[in-house]
Every structure is written in C-alpha cells, then in structure tokens.
Nanobody, 122 residues
Framework: QVQLVESGEGLVQAGESLRLSCDIHGSDISFDAMGWYREYPEGRRELVAVMKRDGSKKYGQSVEGRVAIQGDSAKNTVSMQMDNMVPEDSAVYAC????????????????WGPGIQVTVSS
C-alpha cells in the first residue's frame, strides 16, 4: 500500500524557518509531481511548493520568495524550507504526490499524507 510519510517540527517561532520532509513508501515508481499544500481551518487549500520529475518547481504566490523545495524522484522524497515564518502561515501542511501505477502509465494515483499542523507563535 502506497503511503506518504511526513516529518518535521510543527511548532515554529515567528521569524524562524519551517522544514518539512515527505517520503513515498510502498512504490518503486518515481513520482510525476510531489510537494506541499496547506489548508486553513475554513477549508481553503493553497499550493506551497511542488516539484516535478523533470526537476521543475512551482511555488505558491503567497509564499514565493521565502520557500524552497528540493527532492529526488528516484528516491521518491522531497523536502521543503520556508523562511521568515509569521503567524498567518499557521495551517495544516499536507504532502501530495502524483504517482504512476506502473512505468509508462498515462495516468497517476493522487496521494495525500495525513498532514502536519504547523503553528507559528509570535
């Protein structure tokens, strides 16, 4: 069974950096895309950072400039760092991965991790 295993410290002081990592367990197929989204209590979800298999990266508009993602599709792992955290960054950060079911597949499984509650204290 494919699972996304997230790790990182969920309690951050304002001005400090958030570091999160995510690994795919149970799949030998490299991800097509993998990254982080965050969800607020009212249900709004937004992109934080995503990396594709070809190494290209995309960042959410609200965090661009202070977030960086890196990873290895062969190892099915990504890590993210967001600097200068503020209380408004508090949210549930969830890892997402698009994983082909087999090599050469033209479709993907969309998988989510359980999420990490990140709280930024001032």
């Amino acid at each position: 069974q494919v699972q996304l295993v997230e790790s990182g410290e969920g309690l951050v002081q304002a001005g400090e950096s958030l570091r999160l990592s995510c690994d795919i367990h149970g799949s030998d197929i490299s991800f097509d895309a993998m990254g982080w989204y965050r969800e607020y209590p009212e249900g709004r979800r937004e992109l934080v950072a995503v990396m594709k298999r070809d190494g290209s990266k995309k960042y959410g508009q609200s965090v661009e400039g202070r977030v960086a993602i890196q990873g290895d599709s062969a190892k099915n792992t990504v890590s993210m760092q967001m600097d200068n955290m503020v209380p408004e960054d508090s949210a549930v950060y969830a890892c997402n991965a698009e994983i082909p079911p087999y090599v050469g597949a033209t479709w993907v499984h969309d998988r989510w991790g359980p999420g990490i509650q990140v709280t930024v204290s001032s």
